[in-house]
């Protein structure tokens, strides 16, 4: 089946505009977490929703950050007032709910978004 | 801090040998590790995971060991092949707080060579 997609790919946007990254789910994953890498490290947790709730958001890294999921499917991250430090690839996840903890606990990974910041 | 390292940056092997990545980790509430193949441009994609209650999960080509009392795992790959040239990553999944958020290391670049 697909799997996980986002949009755009790539993103290019001048220091103080506002974007928007978009994340497809696999159909059905109750799941959805949202991660950010910089360049030479690892992915790095922002924020995590369970159907539309978003039960963590202690990754954020200020409040120009923003994410939602209304209809527990599509998510969208939001960045207001873009600086040069959020240059980074913002990668999706999901993962379903069970049974076992493989099925809960592995994520599965879009492509990722690579934003720019000029 | 970084709860989950991987020391290596890179790693070169010839095909047909075995690959080993190692991870060590320094939160003792980690209760499953996962490890990850990422190739440019792409996402990470999921190879094999194993809970801390075991101390070996195996999967064709890859294996994973887990030392529990020194916080370190590694992931064997036999025979290593050209395609398997990427980089790996790490994660662990804690027992509270976040759902199932993962903490991973910093990759580590494998090589495989003909």
């Known amino acids: 089946g697909a799997g996980v997609s986002q949009s755009p790919r790539y993103k290019v946007a001048k220091r103080g505009q506002d974007v928007a990254l978009r994340c497809d789910p696999i159909?059905?994953?109750?799941?959805l977490f949202w991660y950010q890498q910089a360049l030479g490290q690892g992915p790095e947790f922002l924020t995590y929703f369970q159907n539309e709730a978003q039960l963590d958001k202690s990754g954020l890294p200020s409040d120009r950050f923003f994410a939602e999921r209304p209809e527990g499917s599509v998510s969208t991250l939001k960045i207001q007032r873009t600086q040069q430090e959020d240059s980074a690839v913002y990668l999706c996840?999901?993962?379903?709910?069970?049974?076992?903890?493989?099925?809960?606990?592995?994520?599965?990974f879009g492509p990722g978004t690579r934003l720019t910041v000029l | 801090d970084q709860q989950v390292k991987q020391n290596s940056p890179s790693l070169s092997v010839q095909e047909g040998r075995i690959s080993i990545l190692n991870c060590d980790y320094t939160?003792?509430?980690?209760?499953?590790f996962l490890w990850y193949k990422k190739y440019p441009a792409e996402g990470p994609t999921f190879l094999i995971s194993i809970s801390s209650i075991k101390d070996k999960n195996e999967d064709g080509r890859f294996t994973v060991f887990l030392n529990k009392s020194a916080k370190h795992l590694s992931l064997h790959i036999v025979p290593s092949q050209p395609g398997d040239s990427a980089v790996y990553f790490c994660a662990a999944k804690g027992l509270t707080g976040g759902g199932n958020k993962l903490t991973f290391g910093t990759g580590t670049q494998l090589k495989v060579e003909l």
């Open positions: 939160n003792s509430m980690f209760d499953y």
């Open positions: 159909s059905g994953h109750v799941s």
């Open positions: 996840a999901s993962s379903a709910r069970g049974p076992g903890p493989r099925h809960r606990y592995t994520q599965y």
